[in-house]
């Protein structure tokens, strides 16, 4: 762990270097904080420049990683998938049948994964799959989750079609969708 004073707060980084990165990046992570990646050519001096230049975004976005839930949190140990697959598997099904009473579409499998990066995905072939955190989520946010891949089946997009698909079984999608959105790390 690296530290930085910006603003006149100390702030813990984790500096790691990439082959393939071509320039510096940030990342803030529930559990781990501020993680700087650099390419393998650039010295210490040029990212603490970076990091200064990016103190008022980085203050701002470690104070909230800081107050991220505990269910938002990826542990990442193969023992919680285990514990919680199961669970998810079951709301995931229960979930899909009662919103596509009112959307009719027609998927083909449903299947719970250690997803890092996402919360739900759907294949052009009808298999949608979930993070088994999602029944970790109050019910609230693991309903948009299940209406959001959903609807995939009928755009398979971020269209303003797709998103008026959504917005008739969760009218607040875009509240839900700013909560969990950047929290799943």
Do not use: M
């Given at each position: 762990m690296h530290t930085i004073t910006l603003n006149g707060a100390e702030v813990e980084y984790e500096l790691r270097t990439s082959k393939r990165s071509r320039g510096v990046r940030l990342s803030l992570r529930p559990g781990k904080g501020l993680v700087v990646t650099k390419p393998r050519l650039v010295p210490t001096f040029l990212v603490e420049n970076f990091l200064h230049k990016?103190?008022?975004?980085?203050?701002?976005?470690?104070?909230?990683?800081?107050?991220?839930?505990?269910?938002?949190?990826?542990?990442?140990a193969k023992r919680e998938f285990e514990k919680h697959k199961d669970k998810a598997l079951v709301l995931a099904h229960e979930r899909l049948e009662q919103f596509n009473k009112f959307y009719?579409?027609?998927?083909?499998?449903?299947?719970?994964?250690?997803?890092?990066?996402?919360?739900?995905?759907?294949?052009r072939t009808g298999t949608i799959s979930f993070s088994y955190r999602i029944a970790l989520l109050p019910k609230e946010l693991a309903d948009y989750i299940v209406v959001h891949e959903l609807c995939h089946l009928g755009a398979f997009n971020h269209s303003r079609a797709f998103w008026a698909l959504v917005e008739k079984t969760v009218p607040n999608h875009r509240e839900l969708r700013a909560h969990l959105r950047g929290r799943l790390s």
């Open positions: 990016k103190a008022d975004w980085i203050l701002k976005h470690v104070e909230r990683i800081k107050n991220t839930p505990d269910y938002l949190v990826h542990k990442g009719n579409f027609t998927y083909k499998k449903v299947t719970v994964r250690n997803q890092k990066t996402r919360w739900g995905s759907c294949s």
